[in-house]
């Protein structure tokens, strides 16, 4: 419904906030629409807020400071379960924060009430301004709107100053950073996932008070599970590996299937182009190689699927060699997605062929002398 941040149902042995009509220590929590009161003035935010990190913290104390100053009250409109899971992206989703935790941590920075949108297909198919008619005015009676430097309405991403002519007042907050680090709950999360708390907690403006939560992929199966994890490295260099090189590939519309989703039979062609990277690296490229009488053909492939790639994602491609070669090389592949999830694994042979005889040899002496500038033993 905007651009989205994140959501987790509360881990075993917590309770949901007691959403619909109930006071909790200055914060009223309401779950829907359907048995708002009348609001006083009421200055409104929509977002997930996974985390309540500190750009969203300059998004909340502006809210609270608009509602004092027109004599008002603070209203955060949240999401649940997480549009991504309700659309069907949600797997391997891992988010900071239980519902409860991000109520209390909205309570603590002062706002009044809080809003938990069921968020299904139906709702997510709502425009942006069929929302804020519907809903931000007509449920809500919201008369001001604090919004994100890039904020989105509705499945058509209207832009927030599209609601002025709906006669709301917008008022825009810019980016957050900290020391030149931008602050969103993704790259939060990719430090907790790589166990770089204290970095994480540099970001969140809190203690990480809880391990991520690994979200199922549809809402379902989420309903009342809450499968925890600790933070770790994600993304490592295996203790066998002695030369390894990561690059940088994006998910191309051509590449994926009805559901946007990246076709397995692109991941070999990946594993061409990393190759094709790492001897770049290293000074050379297969056409050099072919010049100096020397063939490369594939004799087996490997691929194992392990998570879904989705159209327009920026996956690294990291190709390993764990030995040197002999009569043959062997190549293998680690790809992850934007998050640093291990969605593919897999492992190239090639020989080594004469130009001229078409008969196989050993790898020649240069292309060893190649590798041995970055061999790691």
């Given at each position: 419904m905007e651009k989205s941040e994140d959501k987790r149902i509360p881990a075993e042995g917590t309770s949901r906030p007691e959403c619909g009509n109930t006071e909790r220590r200055g914060i009223r929590v309401f779950r829907g629409f359907d048995a708002l009161p009348r609001f006083v003035r009421p200055v409104v935010t929509v977002g997930s807020y996974d985390g309540v990190h500190l750009g969203h913290r300059a998004l909340i104390d502006r809210l609270t400071a608009e509602a004092r100053a027109?004599?008002?009250?603070?209203?955060?409109?949240?999401?649940?379960p997480h549009p991504r899971i309700t659309l069907g992206r949600?797997?391997?989703?891992?988010l900071l924060t239980t519902l409860d935790e991000?109520?209390?941590l909205l309570r603590g920075l002062g706002v009044d009430n809080v809003i938990v949108i069921p968020?299904?297909?139906?709702?997510?198919?709502?425009?942006?301004?069929e929302f804020a008619r519907r809903y931000l005015i007509g449920k809500v009676g919201a008369e001001t709107l604090v919004a994100g430097y890039d904020h989105r309405f509705g499945h058509d991403r209207i832009d927030c100053d599209r609601l002025a002519a709906l006669g709301m007042r917008v008022i825009r907050v810019d980016e957050r950073s900290v020391e030149g680090e931008h602050v969103s709950s993704t790259a939060i999360r990719r430090l907790v996932e790589a166990g770089r708390i204290a970095e994480a907690e540099r970001l969140l403006g809190h203690r990480f008070r809880a391990a991520v939560q690994e979200t199922p992929a549809t809402a379902d199966r989420m309903r009342g599970e809450a499968r925890r994890i600790r933070p770790k490295q994600r993304i490592t260099k295996r203790t066998t590996t002695m030369l390894s090189h990561d690059c940088k590939?994006?998910?191309?519309?051509?590449?994926?299937?009805?559901?946007?989703?990246?076709?397995h039979s692109n991941y070999i062609c990946y594993y061409e182009a990393a190759r094709s990277e790492l001897l770049r690296e290293l000074g050379m490229?297969?056409?050099?190689?072919?010049?100096?009488?020397?063939?490369?053909?594939i004799l087996e492939v490997q691929s194992k699927y392990r998570k879904p790639a989705y159209f327009d994602e920026l996956l690294t491609v990291r190709i390993i060699l764990r030995e040197k070669p002999a009569a043959r090389i062997n190549f293998f592949y680690e790809i992850y997605n934007e998050r640093g999830e291990l969605i593919n694994t897999g492992m190239t042979q090639l020989g080594f062929i004469h130009s001229d005889t078409r008969r196989p040899c050993r790898c020649p002496e240069w292309f060893l002398a190649l590798l041995d500038t970055r061999w790691q033993e």
């Open positions: 027109v004599g008002g009250e603070s209203v955060v409109l949240t999401f649940d949600g797997e391997g989703l891992r991000k109520v209390a968020f299904d297909r139906t709702f997510s198919a709502l425009s942006g301004e590939i994006r998910v191309w519309y051509k590449h994926t299937d009805q559901m946007a989703i990246c076709h490229s297969f056409a050099e190689v072919e010049r100096r009488g020397i063939m490369m053909p």
